[in-house]
């Protein structure tokens, strides 16, 4: 019904800075919130950031001032720019969409997720 496509991740050194990018296509009335979360080895799957559509956003504490979400001119589009990076926020990051879909349903839906690996 939803795809979500993330790109941006990649390998980096500590105080560098990455930007992931995530598109939503499929079946799209209206997308509620999007956001970014992430999962390290062995840790829970937690938020990183979201924004609704009117853009408003939310930020876990650990990333606050360091990273920033927006919405892209494209349409569906959300971006996470990723600056001052630390070991600790090496994870797999994936985007979220709470959609309404075309059917007006409500879908969940989560990209395959983007690898961010932060060398020390």
């Known amino acids: 019904q939803v795809q979500l496509v993330e790109s941006g991740g990649g390998l980096v050194q500590a105080g560098g800075s990455l930007r992931l990018s995530c598109a939503a296509s499929?079946?799209?009335?209206?997308?509620?919130?999007m956001g970014w979360y992430r999962q390290a080895p062995g840790k829970p799957r937690e938020l990183v950031a979201t924004?609704?559509?009117?853009?408003?956003?939310n930020y876990a504490d650990s990333v606050k001032g360091r990273f920033t979400i927006s919405r892209g001119n494209a349409k569906h589009t959300v971006y996470l720019q990723m600056n001052s990076l630390r070991p600790e926020d090496t994870a797999v990051y994936y985007c979220?969409?709470?959609?309404?879909?075309?059917?007006?349903?409500?879908?969940?839906?989560w990209g395959q997720g983007t690898q961010v690996t932060v060398s020390s």
């Open positions: 924004i609704t559509s009117d853009g408003t956003t």
């Open positions: 979220n969409a709470l959609v309404v879909t075309l059917t007006t349903t409500l879908f969940n839906a």
């Open positions: 499929g079946s799209i009335f209206r997308i509620n919130v």
